[in-house]
């Protein structure tokens, strides 16, 4: 089964910041790949899809990119409704699908 | 507007029985595949399985393999998860989702119901 790591687990950073999330596929997934950011409580919210492609209606403050093997999500400048848990998921293989274990996004 | 109820969740002793079920509404629900997503308390999402729109296709994870199975009425817009032999690990939340692109069985998920709660105890 393909693992999903992504890093860092925790993140603290400020309003107006430049955030980076990555995650690493243990072998090559192409652009299968989609994030989402979920708040305590509530359902998950895709962000981006197909690595790249921003989901209708999410701020272009969000963006991602790679493909292969690592994946990079880029929030250009955090924004008090940002701080929340994000987690990427492939779906390369149509038999099985994988979610990378989460970051949270606090508050410094 | 898309929307996503899920039910059925509850209670349930180690080795029971338990079926949820997502009502689906504001879409063309026999065109896209449905997923079972689910969140053990303070943890991560983990993919159950999903289900092909017209074709039926179905896909589990290993952790449910031979325990579970995912089953669609498109008649009622309603999308099913059968979870038989439960245990405590299988207490979540537990989430339908949508994915996203029309005649596609695998995807980004955009959108999801509010879960329902498994809680698996004696």
């Known amino acids: 089964d393909i693992q999903m790591t992504q890093s860092p687990s925790t993140l603290s950073a400020s309003v107006g910041d430049r955030v980076t999330i990555t995650c690493r596929a243990s072998?090559?997934?192409?652009?299968?790949l989609a994030w989402y950011q979920q708040r305590p409580g509530k359902a998950p919210k895709l962000l981006i899809y197909e690595a790249s492609s921003l989901e209708s209606g999410v701020p272009s403050r969000f963006s991602g990119s790679g493909s292969g093997t690592e994946f990079t999500l880029t929030i250009s400048s955090l924004q008090p409704d940002d701080f929340a848990t994000y987690y990427c998921?492939?779906?390369?293989?149509?038999?099985?699908?994988?979610f990378g274990q989460g970051t949270k996004v606090e508050i410094k | 507007e898309v929307q996503l109820l899920e039910s059925g969740g509850g209670l349930v002793q180690p080795g029971g029985s338990l079926r949820l079920s997502c009502a689906a509404s504001?879409?063309?629900?026999?065109?896209?595949?449905m997923s079972w997503v689910r969140q053990a308390p303070g943890k991560g999402l983990d993919w159950v399985s999903t289900i092909s729109g017209i074709v039926d296709t179905r896909y589990y994870a290993d952790s449910v393999k031979g325990r579970v199975t995912i089953s669609r009425d498109n008649s009622k817009n309603t999308l099913y998860l059968q979870m038989n032999r439960l245990t405590a690990e299988d207490t979540a939340v537990y989430y339908c989702?949508?994915?996203?692109?029309?005649?596609?069985?695998?995807?980004?998920?955009?959108?999801w119901g509010q879960g329902t709660l498994v809680t698996v105890s004696s």
């Open positions: 504001g879409f063309t629900f026999n065109s896209y595949a």
């Open positions: 998921q492939q779906y390369n293989s149509y038999l099985t699908w994988t």
């Open positions: 072998q090559s997934i192409s652009n299968w």
């Open positions: 989702a949508k994915v996203i692109r029309v005649a596609e069985t695998r995807g980004g998920l955009d959108y």
